[in-house]
């Protein structure tokens, strides 16, 4: 998946907050969440491919990033 980039309103203080914004406006619901680690999460996709989704900011607390790396199982 390419990296996400996104931006709000209201500053997210934390990365934790970040991840549980983007699941709640932007995730897909046909997405299954393996694993929630606060800003590290494992999502299953509806083709099967899991998936690390990894959330930061982008340079203010307005500004944000949730990169993919395909787990290899």
Not at 37 to 50: Q, W
Request: hydrophobic share 35%.
């Amino acid at each position: 998946m390419p990296t996400f980039h996104f931006t709000t309103d209201e500053p997210l203080q934390t990365t934790e907050a970040t991840m549980a914004y983007w699941v709640e406006n932007f995730m897909s619901s046909r997405c299954e969440i393996l694993l929630n680690d606060g800003s590290y999460m494992e999502i299953k996709t509806p083709n099967g491919k899991i998936w690390e989704a990894h959330a930061r900011g982008a340079g203010d607390f307005t500004s944000h990033v949730i990169e993919f790396k395909e787990v290899k199982v």
